[in-house]
């Protein structure tokens, strides 16, 4: 009897999230689409590449929305069974709400891990190919940033030439040893720029103990500058983004070629920020059963599923303001990124602890 309950419990409740990640699939497809024409309008790709780089983009977006979808699958699923009177049915057979509780909490939890060794090496796959894809048609291609063991490598073009930048990582918005040449448009060498240290915080380099050599028509001049100032359509913002696109690197990248990462110039605060958020999935996952559960297992009564849909709507806004809320304060060194990705698991699983044990006495 006992597994045929459980077995009932688990068929509707992936039966429902197979319907809530369906649903949440075709419409990521239906608003990323538009996007997708729009980049390639004025490209010669073939009609059918916004749709199929749509298909192969949002997978990878629908496991980062994987706590919400889990959410609205547990709250749902509850409802129903509430709804329908089988609950009430449970509760006789002698299961507690602490029981259908932890069935969908630990089937939560062994999906996140599920998704994370099998569909998410999958997911950074398609991931890759949607960015080299995007890239080969982007008009800024060439425009390039590139950091490895060597340090910063930057080309750049500007209006009346070109420009490549070699530097070494200072930390932070910091760079230093800077050579700048400046090509024309004809790739002559026109100017070098030699400077110690520059502050690259915004698009407008503070360039430090400079030596500029000029060369005109094989005539070569020196200026020394105690600072100056270049324009450029890079700052330390726009340049860490480049090295910060986590989802072409699965999970299990991450824990078998961390070190090869790291030798390739990956910035390693933010790889350890990617494996916790990762490394965090599963348990989110369950935290987010818990807060549902909490919210339909209060009562046995029919309840109105509009007004407990507007509920689970704020919620899910609230604790996606709370992620982000806990992202802006890692990014701003206030905490460490690793705490801001638990944070949140955090401070839902000490409110859902209580209420869990509320919810248990009824």
């Not at 070109?162 to 400046?182: P, T």
């Not at 303001?321 to 638990?342: E, F």
């Not at 859902?352 to 509320?358: E, F, K, P, Y």
Request: charged share 20%.
């Amino acid at each position: 009897m006992n597994n045929i309950i459980i077995n009932y419990l688990l068929k509707g409740y992936i039966k429902t999230f197979f319907k809530i990640f369906l649903l949440f699939y075709c419409f990521g497809i239906i608003l990323n689409l538009f996007e997708e024409i729009e980049f390639f309008k004025d490209t010669d790709a073939s009609i059918f590449t916004p749709l199929i780089l749509t298909s192969l983009y949002i997978p990878g977006l629908i496991i980062q929305l994987l706590p919400f979808i889990i959410f609205i699958t547990c709250l749902k699923h509850i409802v129903d069974i509430r709804n329908n009177k089988d609950l009430l049915v449970l509760k006789i057979l002698g299961y507690s709400n602490f029981k259908i509780f932890i069935t969908f909490a630990m089937t939560s939890f062994f999906l996140g891990w599920m998704i994370l060794f099998f569909l998410n090496p999958i997911t950074s796959i398609m991931s890759k190919y949607y960015e080299k894809t995007k890239g080969d048609y982007s008009k800024d291609v060439e425009h390039l940033a590139t950091f490895n063991k060597n340090g910063l490598w930057i080309k750049e073009n500007l209006s009346d030439g070109q420009r490549i930048v070699s530097a070494s990582n200072d930390g932070e918005d910091k760079l230093k040893n800077l050579i700048i040449f400046n090509f024309d448009k004809n790739y002559n060498l026109t100017e070098k720029i030699f400077s110690k240290s520059a502050n690259i915080k915004e698009k407008k380099w503070i360039l430090k103990d400079v030596s500029i050599l000029k060369l005109d028509y094989g005539i070569s001049s020196e200026v020394k500058l105690d600072k100056t100032i270049i324009t450029s359509i890079y700052d330390y913002e726009k340049i860490t983004s480049l090295f910060k696109n986590f989802d072409t690197l699965s999970f299990l990248d991450l824990i078998l070629n961390y070190n090869e990462f790291i030798k390739k110039g990956y910035n390693s605060i933010f790889l350890d920020y990617s494996l916790h958020s990762m490394l965090s999935l599963p348990f989110f996952l369950f935290m987010m059963t818990a807060l549902a559960s909490i919210m339909s297992l209060y009562t046995l009564k029919k309840t109105n599923n509009v007004k407990l849909i507007i509920i689970g709507i704020i919620c899910c806004v609230v604790i996606f303001y709370l992620k982000d809320l806990s992202l802006a304060l890692g990014k701003t060194n206030r905490i460490s990124l690793i705490t801001a990705t638990w944070m949140p698991i955090i401070i839902i699983g000490i409110f859902s602890s209580i209420g869990l044990l509320q919810i248990n006495e009824k």
